[in-house]
Nanobody, 121 residues
C-alpha cells in the first residue's frame, strides 16, 4: 500500500514555472514506477510523464517535451515535476500515481488526491 500526497500547485502566468512534489509513504517507494497525470476542465485524465524505478528512464507526452521534467529522489520517497514555460492549456488538476508496471507500460495502482495548476494568459 502506498499513499501519495501532492503539493506545489498554484496560479502562475503564462511562461512561468512551477514544481510539483509528490511524497509517498512506505518503505518500498523505489520499487514503484511513478507518473504524473492531469485532468483539465471538461477533459479526460491524461498521462503527462512517467519515470522508472531508478530514474534512468522517462517518458513525456508530446505537448510537454522540452518544458516539463520528471525526477525522483528515492531517499526522500518523493517524485517531482518541474514545469517550465507554462501555457494556459496546461491548466488542470495534476495527479501523482504509482505503478507496479514498467514506466513504458504505466498502469496506475495508487493515486494522490491531486493539486490544481492554473496558468493565466
Amino acid at each position: 500500500q502506498v499513499q501519495l500526497v501532492e503539493s506545489g500547485g498554484g496560479l502562475v502566468q503564462a511562461g512561468g514555472s512551477l514544481r510539483l512534489s509528490c511524497a509517498a509513504s512506505g518503505r518500498t517507494f523505489s520499487s514503484y514506477t511513478m507518473g504524473w497525470f492531469r485532468q483539465g476542465p471538461g477533459k479526460e485524465r491524461e498521462i503527462v510523464a512517467t519515470i522508472s524505478w531508478s530514474g534512468g528512464g522517462t517518458y513525456y507526452r508530446e505537448s510537454v517535451k522540452g518544458r516539463f521534467t520528471i525526477s525522483r529522489d528515492n531517499a526522500k520517497n518523493t517524485v517531482y515535476l518541474q514545469m517550465n514555460n507554462l501555457r494556459p492549456e496546461d491548466t488542470a488538476v495534476y495527479y501523482c500515481a504509482a505503478s507496479n508496471q514498467a514506466y513504458v507500460r504505466f498502469a496506475p495502482a495508487y493515486w494522490g488526491q491531486g493539486t490544481q495548476v492554473t496558468v493565466s494568459s
